[in-house]
């Protein structure tokens, strides 16, 4: 399999999951989106502290850079629309994978995984007018993936038997059986997230970034160029 090459040099950083601070950490080491255009794999919010300040300062990021920084929408980007557009039906599952923390970082209380009914309801209120419509559009508008010479970047996985293009959405959000044990034949290296790795690994056409920001407090990203890739992390 040849080498991942980028078209032009590009960062993607992992899984944020609420931690602001080491995404400012990070994004201090890392070249400018000026310098170098600027990929999150999403996971932006739950579990870590400060999800409202991470979803704000993306934003902020997006507006000032435009296109040369990207958001890709992962699966607990999908837990929390979903729990937006349906709050009695899917709020348990939001909430008991790290909604809770979201809910607190946006100031919403009063709510806990085992809320139903009318309080599921006042909290999905209560969080829709906390972000305000510009954090909610931005993640509804948030693409699945993002390519580059022969390196394609998304949340999860990719199904190794399906060209990037004709790929299931849920399968770049929340991940494929196939995908860790099965290389691809089209020479594509997937750049991802979602699944928690001890360090970066670059191996069969598959590069893993989620360090678990939130668990061990390192945040991981590369710097791809024409000429190969470099590691950071936040450490």
């Avoid at 806990?112 to 999905?124: I, P």
């Avoid at 419509?133 to 190794?160: F, K």
Wanted: glycine share 10%.
């Amino acid at each position: 399999m040849p080498p991942p090459q980028a078209d032009s040099p590009f960062c993607v950083v992992g899984d944020l999951h609420g931690c602001s601070a080491l995404m400012d950490s990070l994004l201090g080491r890392l070249p400018t989106p000026d310098e170098a255009q600027l990929i999150f794999v999403g996971d932006y919010i739950d579990r870590g502290d400060d999800s409202a300040g991470v979803l704000h300062r993306l934003a902020a990021l997006m507006e000032k850079h435009g296109d040369r920084v990207i958001c890709l929408m992962g699966n607990h980007e999908d837990m929390l629309l979903k729990f937006l557009d349906d709050p009695t039906d899917r709020g348990p599952r939001f909430l008991r994978y790290g909604g809770l923390q979201t809910l607190a970082s946006f100031g919403v209380g009063g709510i806990s995984e085992r809320s139903t009914g009318t309080e599921l309801v006042t909290a999905q209120n209560a969080l829709r007018s906390a972000m305000g419509p510009e954090l909610e559009t931005m993640l509804r508008n948030m693409p699945l993936i993002w390519q580059s010479g022969n390196m394609a970047v998304v949340h999860a996985a990719a199904d190794p038997a399906v060209m990037m293009d004709e790929q299931d959405p849920r399968t770049l959000m929340w991940g494929h059986p196939d995908f860790g044990i099965r290389p691809r034949s089209d020479g594509i290296w997937v750049t991802h997230g979602h699944t928690i790795v001890d360090r970066i690994t670059v191996d069969q056409g598959r590069i893993a970034l989620d360090t678990g920001a939130y668990a061990t407090g390192r945040l991981s990203a590369i710097h791809a160029t024409p000429d190969g890739i470099e590691q950071f992390d936040s450490a």
